[in-house]
């Protein structure tokens, strides 16, 4: 069981940078792969991009690869998504999630079903 809370979206013109935040309560943290979705008005949830349990993968939705970057910090319980050169098509609530895992994995999860744990979100709008 863990609680997530997502910080740092905003308003920002394109072009410009965000980075957000997920803070997870728990003291098994490293157990859980990590992910980011969006979901932007009248569209379906998607997937923006995700962390394995271990940090080891990375992986990214082609839209925002090369601008956005996931990252984690255990002993913060802690997970990133800085987000550079930001586009009016990101505008959306950024949900983070995360799934419990017990054995050691690389993997990476990329649809919202394989989660167990959802944030409230953080709104994200990015000006033309």
């Known amino acids: 069981q863990v609680q997530l809370v997502e910080s740092g979206g905003g308003l920002v013109q394109a072009g410009g940078s965000l980075r957000l935040s997920c803070a997870a309560s728990g003291r098994t943290f490293s157990d859980y792969a990590m992910g980011w979705f969006r979901q932007a008005p009248g569209k379906e949830r998607e997937f923006v991009a995700g962390?394995?349990?271990?940090?080891?993968?990375?992986y990214y939705a082609d839209s925002v690869k090369g601008r956005f970057t996931i990252s984690r910090d255990n002993a913060k319980n802690t997970v990133y998504l800085q987000m550079n050169s930001l586009k009016p098509e990101d505008t959306a609530v950024y949900y983070c999630?995360?799934?419990?895992?017990?054995?050691?994995?690389?993997?990476?999860?990329?649809?919202?079903?394989?989660?167990?744990?959802w944030g409230q979100g953080t709104q994200v709008t990015v000006s033309s």
């Open positions: 999630a995360t799934r419990r895992l017990y054995y050691s994995s690389s993997r990476v999860f990329v649809t919202p079903g394989e989660y167990d744990y």
């Open positions: 962390i394995s349990r271990g940090g080891r993968s990375t």
